[in-house]
Protein backbone atom coordinates (compact mmCIF):
# COMPACT_ATOMS: atom_id res chain seq x y z
CA UNK A 1 0.00 0.00 0.00
CA UNK A 2 1.23 3.44 -1.04
CA UNK A 3 -0.52 6.53 1.10
CA UNK A 4 0.36 9.54 -0.92
CA UNK A 5 0.13 11.61 2.30
CA UNK A 6 -0.78 11.59 5.66
CA UNK A 7 0.17 14.76 7.46
CA UNK A 8 -3.27 16.47 9.19
CA UNK A 9 -3.41 19.90 7.87
CA UNK A 10 -4.53 22.81 10.07
CA UNK A 11 -7.74 23.89 9.51
CA UNK A 12 -6.17 27.77 8.80
CA UNK A 13 -4.25 26.02 5.54
CA UNK A 14 -2.95 28.44 2.98
CA UNK A 15 -6.42 29.74 1.40
CA UNK A 16 -6.59 27.54 -2.16
CA UNK A 17 -5.08 24.59 -0.31
CA UNK A 18 -8.41 22.69 -0.54
CA UNK A 19 -7.98 19.00 0.80
CA UNK A 20 -9.12 15.62 -1.39
CA UNK A 21 -12.21 15.24 1.18
CA UNK A 22 -14.08 18.41 -0.31
CA UNK A 23 -13.94 16.98 -3.88
CA UNK A 24 -13.91 13.70 -3.61
CA UNK A 25 -16.76 11.50 -5.06
CA UNK A 26 -19.05 9.09 -3.23
CA UNK A 27 -16.76 5.48 -2.72
CA UNK A 28 -19.29 3.57 -4.84
CA UNK A 29 -19.28 -0.05 -4.38
CA UNK A 30 -16.75 -2.17 -2.38
CA UNK A 31 -16.32 -5.70 -3.17
CA UNK A 32 -13.89 -7.99 -1.20
CA UNK A 33 -10.90 -9.11 -2.71
CA UNK A 34 -11.42 -12.67 -2.89
CA UNK A 35 -14.41 -11.99 -5.91
CA UNK A 36 -13.83 -13.64 -9.18
CA UNK A 37 -13.80 -11.21 -11.82
CA UNK A 38 -16.92 -12.54 -13.66
CA UNK A 39 -19.03 -11.70 -10.16
CA UNK A 40 -17.27 -8.03 -10.60
CA UNK A 41 -17.88 -7.26 -13.52
CA UNK A 42 -21.91 -8.70 -13.04
CA UNK A 43 -21.32 -6.19 -9.98
CA UNK A 44 -20.21 -3.35 -12.35
CA UNK A 45 -23.34 -3.81 -14.74
CA UNK A 46 -25.94 -3.70 -11.61
CA UNK A 47 -24.71 -0.85 -9.89
CA UNK A 48 -24.12 0.75 -13.43
CA UNK A 49 -20.24 1.92 -12.76
CA UNK A 50 -16.78 1.27 -14.08
CA UNK A 51 -14.91 0.84 -11.03
CA UNK A 52 -15.07 -0.97 -7.82
CA UNK A 53 -13.29 -0.36 -4.47
CA UNK A 54 -11.46 -3.69 -3.37
CA UNK A 55 -11.58 -4.78 0.45
CA UNK A 56 -9.70 -7.46 2.66
CA UNK A 57 -11.33 -9.42 4.58
CA UNK A 58 -11.09 -7.06 7.39
CA UNK A 59 -12.81 -4.06 5.79
CA UNK A 60 -8.95 -2.49 4.19
CA UNK A 61 -9.02 -1.03 1.05
CA UNK A 62 -6.76 -2.59 -1.32
CA UNK A 63 -7.26 -0.95 -4.25
CA UNK A 64 -9.26 -0.14 -7.36
CA UNK A 65 -10.41 -2.37 -10.57
CA UNK A 66 -12.08 -0.60 -13.49
CA UNK A 67 -14.33 -2.52 -15.73
CA UNK A 68 -11.36 -1.89 -18.72
CA UNK A 69 -8.89 -3.80 -16.81
CA UNK A 70 -11.80 -6.71 -15.73
CA UNK A 71 -12.65 -6.95 -19.09
CA UNK A 72 -8.82 -7.28 -20.60
CA UNK A 73 -8.05 -9.89 -18.10
CA UNK A 74 -11.67 -12.27 -18.78
CA UNK A 75 -10.49 -11.77 -22.39
CA UNK A 76 -6.65 -12.80 -22.32
CA UNK A 77 -5.92 -16.54 -23.05
CA UNK A 78 -4.28 -17.08 -19.08
CA UNK A 79 -8.05 -16.17 -17.86
CA UNK A 80 -10.14 -19.16 -15.53
CA UNK A 81 -12.83 -18.80 -13.10
CA UNK A 82 -10.25 -19.21 -10.65
CA UNK A 83 -8.91 -15.66 -11.14
CA UNK A 84 -9.35 -13.51 -8.06
CA UNK A 85 -9.67 -9.25 -7.63
CA UNK A 86 -6.83 -9.59 -5.36
CA UNK A 87 -4.83 -11.61 -8.33
CA UNK A 88 -5.27 -8.66 -10.40
CA UNK A 89 -4.73 -5.73 -8.58
CA UNK A 90 -0.97 -4.58 -9.60
CA UNK A 91 -0.04 -1.16 -8.60
CA UNK A 92 -3.60 -0.21 -7.22
CA UNK A 93 -2.13 0.01 -3.78
CA UNK A 94 -1.92 3.62 -4.12
CA UNK A 95 -4.54 5.89 -1.49
CA UNK A 96 -4.83 9.00 -0.50
CA UNK A 97 -5.65 10.58 3.09
CA UNK A 98 -8.53 12.88 3.32
CA UNK A 99 -6.29 15.65 5.14
CA UNK A 100 -4.06 15.78 1.46
CA UNK A 101 -4.57 19.13 -0.39
CA UNK A 102 -5.49 18.51 -4.04
CA UNK A 103 -2.16 20.14 -5.30
CA UNK A 104 -0.06 17.05 -3.97
CA UNK A 105 -2.68 14.90 -4.78
CA UNK A 106 -3.00 15.92 -8.32
CA UNK A 107 0.78 16.14 -8.48
CA UNK A 108 1.00 12.36 -6.99
CA UNK A 109 -1.77 10.91 -9.97
CA UNK A 110 -0.07 12.61 -12.25
CA UNK A 111 3.69 11.29 -11.76
CA UNK A 112 2.37 7.54 -11.43
CA UNK A 113 -0.45 7.85 -14.36
CA UNK A 114 -3.45 7.49 -11.95
CA UNK A 115 -7.27 8.12 -13.07
CA UNK A 116 -8.78 7.65 -10.08
CA UNK A 117 -7.56 7.68 -6.38
CA UNK A 118 -9.19 5.84 -3.37
CA UNK A 119 -9.40 8.35 -0.44
CA UNK A 120 -8.79 6.18 3.01
CA UNK A 121 -9.35 7.38 6.72
CA UNK A 122 -6.40 6.32 9.18
CA UNK A 123 -7.70 2.51 9.56
CA UNK A 124 -7.90 2.13 5.47
CA UNK A 125 -11.31 2.17 5.59
CA UNK A 126 -12.38 3.57 1.94
CA UNK A 127 -13.68 7.12 2.61
CA UNK A 128 -14.51 8.07 -1.35
CA UNK A 129 -12.44 8.30 -4.80
CA UNK A 130 -10.50 11.28 -5.95
CA UNK A 131 -11.05 11.70 -10.03
CA UNK A 132 -8.12 13.48 -12.01
CA UNK A 133 -9.66 15.46 -14.54
CA UNK A 134 -7.40 15.53 -18.13
Known amino acids: MTLIQMQPRPASATPGQETVVAVMDAAGPQVCDDMSVEVALSVMAAARTGRLVVCDQDGQCTGLVTQTELTA ?62
Open 73 to 134: VRDSSAYTDRVRLRDILDDHGSFTSPVTTMAEAAHAMRSRRLGVLPVVDDHGSALGILALSR
